[in-house]
């Protein structure tokens, strides 16, 4: 099994920064790939970027292109979402997930294809 801790979530104003990390324990070499979701209040839980374990690749969605930066500290087994010109609308429940294990047909941005959950770190950004 792998377990997921997120921290660094908190309060900002528009336009500031925050880092998320998101901590593996356990299993660790049979993750395939981690993701970072969101969920505001009365919304789905939306793909907010993802990384290859090996940090080879990643993706993101379009709401967040050019603001948001994922990666992986492999020394940590952590993989950190740095989040720049935050919008209010970037408040939300952030969640990291992780693949275990590879399939075909996997699909970075649906949280159906993740298989293991952290509890979530809040986000608020204040206008």
């Known amino acids: 099994q792998v377990q997921l801790v997120e921290s660094g979530g908190g309060l900002v104003q528009a336009g500031g920064s925050l880092r998320l990390s998101c901590a593996a324990s356990?299993?660790?070499?049979?993750?395939?790939?981690v993701g970072w979701f969101r969920q505001a209040p009365g919304k789905e839980r939306e793909f907010v970027a993802a990384i290859h374990w090996s940090g080879r690749t990643t993706y993101y969605a379009d709401s967040v292109k050019g603001r948001f930066t994922i990666s992986r500290d492999n020394a940590k087994n952590t993989v950190d979402l740095q989040m720049n010109n935050l919008k209010p609308e970037d408040t939300a429940v952030y969640y990291c997930a992780a693949r275990i294990n590879f399939f075909i047909g996997f699909n970075y941005n649906s949280k159906a294809n993740y298989n293991s959950w952290g509890q979530g770190t809040q986000v608020t950004v204040s206008s």
């Open positions: 356990g299993r660790t070499y049979s993750i395939y790939a």
